[in-house]
């Protein structure tokens, strides 16, 4: 599985961005894919993830502000970010599990596959 993300860039508090995640296979094919970021001194974050039935899980600091979805014609997985905080700005990571080896949740999010990531800054 190869992971290619794209959307990043820089946008005001309050803003709005759309990552895409072009996978090289069938994501449907995959148990479990999701997002996780990460900043300079700060810990890897599960973001959301979205099991192959369509079920998404997001971490307590995005809920009701992102959205995940995938588009399993297109092999393409997305993360529709709205109200963006200072506190969202990270490099933003596309993942996939193809196997169950662990819940598909925004917790424990899928790890074995990733891709290069998108930057996303936010700041006024």
């Known amino acids: 599985v190869q992971l290619v993300e794209s959307g990043g860039g820089s946008v005001q508090p309050g803003g709005s961005l759309r990552l895409s995640c072009a996978a090289s296979?069938?994501?449907?094919?995959?148990?479990?894919m999701g997002w996780f970021r990460q900043s300079p001194g700060k810990e890897r974050e599960g973001v959301a993830s979205?099991?192959?039935?369509?079920?998404?899980s997001y971490a307590d600091s995005v809920k009701g502000r992102f959205t995940i979805s995938k588009d399993n014609a297109k092999n393409t997985l997305y993360l529709q970010m709205s109200s963006l905080e200072p506190e969202d700005t990270a490099m933003y990571y596309c993942a996939a599990d193809p196997i169950p080896i662990r819940a598909c949740t925004a917790a424990s999010h899928p790890q074995t596959f990733w891709g290069p990531g998108t930057q996303v800054t936010v700041s006024s």
């Open positions: 296979g069938a994501i449907h094919s995959n148990y479990c």
């Open positions: 979205i099991a192959r039935d369509g079920t998404t």
